[in-house]
């Protein structure tokens, strides 16, 4: 179990991971939206993706989500990965902070405000939920 500030490489190195990387595969359409509304939102944007490497839920949605950072650039989808425990506890305190119930939860900020969050399990899928929740609203 790791716990506290991961990145992508110590995740991807844990068993199965890779697999579900290697396999997943945005549609076109949803990655393109993600890609303009991010490059509209530049570095006023950022993901915190709160995770339980113990969790069968966190290894098949964050490992697409690396793979779509991957496919994005870091700069288009700047996220920050934290590692829980079992009891939603780490030397951070993120999980207590958003109140954080589920693993994984992908909460999105704009300008440190968040704008949505994805718990547990995209619907219905990572790419479109994310391009839905970056999608401009008056405001933003």
């Known amino acids: 179990m790791l716990v506290g500030p991961l990145r992508a490489e110590d995740l991807l190195a844990l068993p199965g991971w890779q697999v579900r990387y290697d396999r997943y595969s945005p549609t076109p359409a949803a990655l393109g939206r993600i890609r303009a509304h ?3 939102l530049g570095s006023d944007l950022l993901v915190e993706v709160i995770l339980g ?3 069968w839920d966190t290894r098949e949605h964050v490992a697409p989500f690396l793979r779509l950072q991957r496919l994005l650039g870091p700069r288009a989808l700047p996220a920050k990965l934290v590692g829980v425990d079992r009891a ?3 030397p951070t305190d993120i999980a207590k902070r958003y109140g954080v119930k589920k693993v ?3 909460v999105v900020l704009v ?3 968040e704008v949505g969050r994805i718990i547990e399990t ?3 899928s990572l790419d479109a939920h994310l391009a839905a929740i970056l999608e401009p609203a008056p405001g933003r």
């Open 104 to 106: 994984p939860t992908f």
């Open 111 to 113: 300008r440190g405000a």
């Open 88 to 90: 939603k506890a780490d």
């Open 38 to 40: 991010s490059g509209r």
């Open 122 to 124: 995209p619907e219905p």
């Open 53 to 55: 490497t113990w969790c």
